[in-house]
C-alpha cells in the first residue's frame, strides 16, 4: 500500500508540553500535507511540504521531510487544550494525478 | 475562504434506497473529490473530478456513482444504500496547482446510517 503510515496512533500530553506525531511512505512524493479534524468535522490543512524542502514553520508548527527516509514529523510546540484532534499525514504520490493519499492519523489528547 | 458545504450533516437510510450526497464549493475550484472516513481505515477516496463532466475512480468506487453537471457541484450516489455503506464522507475540492498540487478544502462531511 501507498497509504502513509502514522506514529503513534494516540498521543496525550499535557498544556504547555510538545507534541510530535511521525509519518512515514512508501514512494516517492511530490509534497506532503498535514491536516488536523477536530471531533466529527471536516478536515483543515495546517501545512504543505515539498519534496525539495527539509523543513517549514507555521506558527507553533514545524514540520520537517526526510526524503531519504521516506519520513515526515509534525511538531506542536506549546500545545493548548484547543490542539486536541486528529492529526493526518497526506501525501502527493508522483505520477498520481495529484491524489492525496491520508495516513490513518494520531489522535492528540491535550490535557489542561 | 473558500467554503465546501455538504447537503446534510447526518443521514439515515434504508437498505436498498437510492442515496443522493450533495457537495458545493464556492472558489471556482477545477478537482473535487469524495472520501469515506472509517476507524481504523483513515480516508479512502472514493471518485473525483477534475472538470465538469469529467469523473475518475479512486480507491473504492464500487457501489457508488458521482455526478459533476455543473463546476461547483459534485454529487455521490449510492444507487443502492447497504449496511456496509455506514460511513462519514467527506468531500473536498482544489483547485490546480501550477507546478504542485494544492490543498484541498474540506467540507463538515456527511455521516449516513444504513439501516
Known amino acids: 500500500s501507498q497509504q502513509g503510515e502514522e506514529d503513534p496512533q494516540a498521543l496525550s500530553i499535557q498544556e504547555g508540553e510538545n507534541a510530535t506525531m511521525n509519518c512515514s511512505y512508501k514512494t516517492s512524493i511530490n509534497n506532503l500535507q498535514w491536516y488536523r479534524q477536530n471531533s466529527g468535522r471536516g478536515l483543515v490543512h495546517l501545512i504543505l511540504i515539498r519534496s525539495n524542502e527539509r523543513e517549514k514553520h507555521s506558527g507553533r508548527l514545524r514540520v520537517t521531510l526526510d526524503t531519504s527516509k521516506k519520513s515526515s514529523s509534525l511538531l506542536i510546540t506549546a500545545s493548548r487544550a484547543a490542539d486536541t484532534a486528529s492529526y493526518f499525514c497526506?501525501?502527493?504520490?508522483?505520477?498520481?494525478?495529484?491524489?492525496?493519499?491520508f495516513g490513518q492519523g494520531t489522535e492528540l489528547s491535550v490535557k489542561p | 475562504d473558500v467554503k465546501v458545504t455538504q447537503s446534510s450533516r447526518y443521514l439515515v437510510k434504508r437498505t436498498g434506497e437510492k442515496v443522493f450526497l450533495e457537495c458545493v464549493q464556492d472558489m471556482d475550484h477545477e478537482n473535487m473529490f469524495w472520501y469515506r472516513q472509517d476507524p481504523g481505515l483513515g480516508l479512502r477516496l472514493i471518485y473525483f473530478?477534475?472538470?465538469?463532466?469529467?469523473?475518475e475512480k479512486g480507491d473504492i468506487p464500487e457501489g457508488y456513482s458521482v455526478s459533476r453537471e455543473k463546476k461547483e457541484r459534485f454529487s455521490l450516489i449510492l444507487e443502492s444504500a447497504s449496511t456496509n455503506q455506514t460511513s462519514m464522507y467527506l468531500c473536498a475540492s482544489s483547485s490546480i496547482g501550477s507546478t504542485t498540487y494544492n490543498e484541498q478544502f474540506f467540507g463538515p462531511g456527511t455521516r449516513l446510517t444504513v439501516l
Open positions: 473530478s477534475y472538470d465538469v463532466k469529467m469523473k
Open positions: 497526506a501525501t502527493v504520490f508522483l505520477n498520481q494525478g495529484g491524489k492525496l493519499i
